[in-house]
């Protein structure tokens, strides 16, 4: 379980034969969990300055590729302060980014978000992208709008994004289980 909350932006320094090493000061537990971007990863190793990870089909199937600088935040511990919100590490699906746009003394970020997806999408609604806990500000036409103020930007990779970019996607897990809560309610 994460927050969404990122605790550094690390760097990938290889990505072979399905193992990732990540550079970077977080600390990880040899079968402890981290979330690279969004997903939720297993540490095998790892050394001074680094996290290495095994990365399977599944994963490089539903998440975009891993290179460059990425968002780093170690698993919530029991009796840590909750600042974001449920986070699981897993990507639900790809989106693609359609604008960037200073707005004041932040940015306007607008994905196109896949339909199945889209329905659990509201607005002030929750949604992680790259692993970091935001809010969504509108939804329309296929896409939502996210503003990002200036400490999202400055310590995320949320400020490397331009036009189609892809980003991982979590929805709210709340929305999720009140959507197979209502379907098993609706088939008894």
Known sequence: MF????????TVTSLEDGRLVVRCSTRGALGGSVSINGVCLTVVGGGSGTLLFDVVEETGARAKPFRGRVNVEPALRAGEPLGGHYVQGHVDGLGKVHAVTPEGNGVRLVLAVPPDLLRYCVEKGSIAVDGVALTIAAV?????EIALVPHTLAETTLSDLSAGDLVNLEADVLAKYVEQLLTVTMRA
């Open 3 to 10: 927050t969404g909350l990122v605790q550094e932006v690390g």
């Open 140 to 144: 329309s036409r296929g896409r939502v």
